[in-house]
């Protein structure tokens, strides 16, 4: 019988874990993927809050889009017919 994720404790995940990476990748590829993992710094949903304040969401898609982030066509809202984008 597998346990599931809640029981297991932070080190058990973190040995679980790098059994699996070892079992898809091998020991060296797994240490490669842990030398670029890099969890950063700050607080994001802060920073998008400052980032983003005052404006909607089809604002961001504007600006995104005239950036060349996005295309026009992924702006079409969604359940829109690809004939009509």
Known sequence: MMTTSIDLTPAE??????EALVSQLGVA??????????KGQGNYTE?????FAGQTVGQILKNMA????VSEGDL????TPPENQ
Do not use: C, N, V
């Open 76 to 79: 079409a809202p969604a359940g």
């Open 47 to 51: 920073l998008r809050r400052e980032l």
């Open 66 to 69: 005239e950036e060349g982030i």
């Open 29 to 38: 590829k797994s240490l490669r993927f842990l030398l670029e993992y890099d």
């Open 13 to 18: 995940i973190r040995k679980a874990g790098w």
